[in-house]
């Protein structure tokens, strides 16, 4: 087996669904919006992908995501064999032990320990009133923005997400934003969509906003996906039973990290 670029779509999807509990991320970047800020490394036995790294370069930071299930021996090896192609600094997400190759080489900043969720009980969702969630566009992007600034310092949120129209929040009487939820992926061709951005005013948490715009958001999704995944620190006891509410249930363990080249 030898390491190798990957640009074929269809040999990527191949390989992703096939994993796709962990890789809603990787596979959404398949589609046209983020794929050319997308560079693939895989470990190929013959014509048979066996491990797959994603680097990521859509964001300010360089991406790269190395998830493995049941290919751990593969991952190691691919890990090790493009070490040297990899940027001087990135942020991570990595599945345990994957990143020992790297160890010497990088510094690794922790990020802890998250969890991969999947909407497994859709069901769940009609649960909830939904009446006052609204879509959000692009008119109401600089009042998004302001709302991050106070709500989610340091957020992923991309402008561009808007444009999928699966940007959802509330308001309060006043007509401000007070929660909001939307996606970091969102694949209608693969059908595929990852949660991100997800966040409610300080002072209004607590109250069941923030649990309603998700599941107003995932009903939307569900007209167009079959797959919908969220990443969630382990330590945020709060949103991981929120979650479960809604229906997501873990399906596995990974580690965040900023990495930097020694």
């Not at 790294?53 to 751990?72: A, I, R």
């Not at 009609?126 to 609204?134: C, P």
């Not at 949120?157 to 006043?174: K, V």
């Not at 249930?249 to 965040?256: D, Q």
Request: net charge negative.
């Amino acid at each position: 087996m030898k390491p190798v670029f990957i640009h074929d779509k269809t040999e990527l999807e191949k390989f992703l669904l096939e994993r796709r509990t962990v890789n809603y991320y990787a596979l959404g970047d398949l589609d046209d919006f983020f794929w050319p800020y997308t560079t693939w490394f895989a470990l190929k036995d013959q014509a048979e992908i066996r491990a797959l790294v994603l680097l990521y370069t859509g964001g300010e930071t360089p991406t790269v995501l190395v998830f493995g299930e049941d290919n751990q021996t593969e991952m190691l090896a691919l890990v090790e064999s493009i070490r040297t192609l990899l940027p001087q600094r990135f942020y991570s997400h990595f599945s345990p032990g994957l990143d020992a190759p790297l160890r010497p080489y990088y510094t690794f900043t922790p990020g802890g320990k998250h969890y991969k969720m999947v909407l497994t009980h859709p069901e769940y969702l009609d649960e909830f009133d939904v009446r006052e969630v609204e879509t959000l566009t692009l008119d109401s992007l600089q009042e998004l923005l302001d709302f991050y600034t106070v709500s989610y310092p340091g957020n992923w949120f991309d402008p561009r997400m808007l444009e999928t129209g699966q940007y959802f929040g509330m308001r309060n009487g006043d007509g401000q934003i007070v929660s909001v939820a939307g996606i970091h992926v969102y694949s209608p061709k693969y059908k595929i969509a990852a949660l991100g951005n997800i966040t409610t005013l300080p002072n209004q948490r607590g109250e069941g906003l923030g649990t309603k715009t998700v599941a107003r958001l995932c009903q939307a999704l569900l007209e167009t996906v079959d797959v919908i995944g969220l990443n969630v620190k382990a330590d945020n006891v709060a949103a991981i039973h929120i979650y479960q509410k809604l229906g997501f249930e873990i399906v596995a363990p990974y580690y965040e990290y900023t990495a930097d080249s020694i």
